[in-house]
Structures are given as structure tokens and as C-alpha cells.
């Protein structure tokens, strides 16, 4: 005898709803997971994308690794980082992390 002999012949019946109610917690589980996780990460490669694409020459940054230092020329895919009088480093634009040039600010403020 198969088990679903067994159950037919015992009158067990599913219960009601069961695969319904499991679909919505999967539904509700991905949408939770998309709204925490995964929609604040595409914005913030968007920011940072938007960041790579807006440096300048003179412009002070960080590195990936830690080092500070001042653009002297922009390339398409890296840029000249000079880290010390006429030392000039070659390094990958995807690896500049953050500006430290400070915004001015209004006198008075």
C-alpha cells in the first residue's frame, strides 16, 4: 500500500488554503527582501557611478586603499593621483572612493 492510499482511505484532507497562504509569504518575503536589501544598494551604485563620472582636475580624493591625494589628469577608464610633490601614482578610477574637498560655505554661516 502507497502512502496516498493510506490518506484516501483515512480521509485526510489538506488543509484549507495551505499552498495559497504559502505563495503570499513568498511573495511578501521577496517584496521585504527587495525593499531592505536590494532597491538602497542600486541607488547607492548609482550614486557612487554618478561620482566617478563627476571628478575633476585639482580635485582632492580617496582611494580605495586609503591613500589621499590630488587628480592631475583624467583618463577614460583611470586616473593620474598625485600623492606628494611630483609623485604621481597611475590607479584604476573604480578604486577612487571619496572626495575631501570640503564645500564652501557662505561667510556668516
Known amino acids: 500500500m502507497n502512502l496516498l492510499t493510506v490518506l484516501l482511505q483515512t480521509g485526510a484532507q489538506p488543509a484549507p488554503g495551505g499552498g495559497s497562504m504559502m505563495w503570499i509569504m513568498l511573495i511578501a518575503m521577496f517584496a521585504i527582501m527587495y525593499f531592505f536589501m536590494i532597491r538602497p544598494q542600486n541607488k547607492k551604485q548609482k550614486e557612487i557611478a554618478n561620482f566617478r563620472k563627476s571628478l575633476e582636475v585639482n580635485q582632492k580624493v580617496v ?38 574637498d570640503t564645500p564652501s560655505t557662505p561667510a556668516g554661516k
Open 63 to 100: 582611494t580605495a586603499g586609503g591613500i589621499h591625494g590630488k587628480i592631475k589628469d583624467i583618463k577614460e577608464d583611470f586616473v593620474i593621483l598625485e600623492i606628494a610633490d611630483n609623485v604621481r601614482i597611475k590607479i584604476e578610477k573604480s578604486s577612487i572612493l571619496a572626495s575631501t
